[in-house]
């Protein structure tokens, strides 16, 4: 299932905090600017060219006394990230976003594989992200975030199942919206 079109880069690190940092700013940002919220140069900037080309973030190169890069949301960027930080309300409030589930690497395609199912087995989840680790470190946090919930069932063999709960449910369907939203031809 690892189809190019099913990732976006929602589904990297610390893209949400990356949108509402945008989304909160009075006037675009400078590059370096965002370099607190992802610390490093080249991983930002690569983050911020798959933005642009998935038509959240316009990017403007302004020439001066030196170069500098200045990136502010597109009116679609301005959309996506009010409907996260609505989300990011609604998910374990008082928590900041870096200790959250939503802006993980890989939170969206779990949640998006997830939405309207009535469970998936963990080693699916595992199988599409061909990452144990990074699957049970997000499914974990998503469980304590109240977003999935955790079944063990013994049934024909061992399995471990995930469900949404109905916070995960909608939360989910803010990510499955976005996801339609950027993959529009």
């Known amino acids: 299932m690892r189809d190019g079109d099913f990732f976006t880069s929602i589904g990297e690190g ?3 905090a990356l ?3 945008l989304k909160d700013a009075p006037a675009p940002l400078i590059l370096k600017d965002l370099l607190p919220v992802m610390n490093h140069t080249q991983t930002l900037r690569s983050r ?3 933005m642009q080309s998935e038509g959240l973030v316009n990017v403007d190169v302004i020439l001066e006394a030196h170069k500098k890069v200045a990136v ?3 009116d679609l960027g301005k959309e996506v990230a009010l409907l996260f930080s609505m989300a990011n309300l609604s998910v374990s409030p008082g928590k900041e976003l870096k200790e959250k589930s939503l802006d993980l690497k890989h939170a969206d395609p779990i949640l998006r594989m997830l939405c309207g199912k009535e469970y998936v087995v963990q080693k699916d989840i595992i199988g599409m992200l061909h990452s144990y680790d990074t699957v049970i470190k997000v499914l974990s946090v998503m469980d304590k975030d109240g977003l999935v919930i955790k079944v063990d069932n013994r049934q024909g063999g061992w399995e471990i199942r995930y469900s949404l709960t109905p916070l995960g449910r909608q939360i989910a369907d803010v990510f499955q919206t976005v996801h339609s939203k950027i993959s529009r031809p």
Do not use: E, G, N, Q
């Open 14 to 16: 610390r893209t949400i």
């Open 19 to 21: 949108l509402l940092a």
């Open 48 to 50: 911020i060219d798959r």
């Open 72 to 74: 502010s949301l597109t």
